[in-house]
């Protein structure tokens, strides 16, 4: 699917901890996760009920020589409003996963 304005471009890197501002996290660190992956992302979407789109061959073009996926939603709020939903629920999952294994 082309890029299209009625759509948001949603990349793993706006939620990484162990990446900076300028690296491009956009969420704060207490709403960033170590290294999501798309999938988990678009999982978390799908879950919030936002009908993602999951495109598994872009790059950020920030890091390019990284093939990270990315994933579109329709524009339905504010990105920042959107990128703070799923950063608070991305974080709530990883703590979950992580309870389950201990």
């Not at 990484?16 to 960033?32: A, H, I, P, Y």
């Not at 974080?91 to 294994?101: A, I, P, Q, T, V």
Request: glycine share 4%; net charge positive; proline share 4%.
């Amino acid at each position: 699917m082309s890029r299209d304005r009625d759509f948001l471009v949603i990349w793993p890197a706006y939620f990484d901890s162990q990446r900076t501002r300028l690296e491009g996290r956009k969420v704060s660190k207490n709403l960033s996760v170590e290294s999501p992956s798309v999938e988990l992302i678009y999982e978390v979407c799908k879950e919030l009920g936002l009908n993602p789109v999951l495109e598994l061959n872009k790059r950020l073009p920030r890091s390019n020589w990284e093939k990270s996926g990315r994933i579109l939603i329709k524009k339905v709020k504010k990105k920042t409003d959107l990128l703070r939903e799923i950063g608070k629920a991305l974080h709530e999952k990883s703590l979950k996963s992580k309870f389950k294994s201990i």
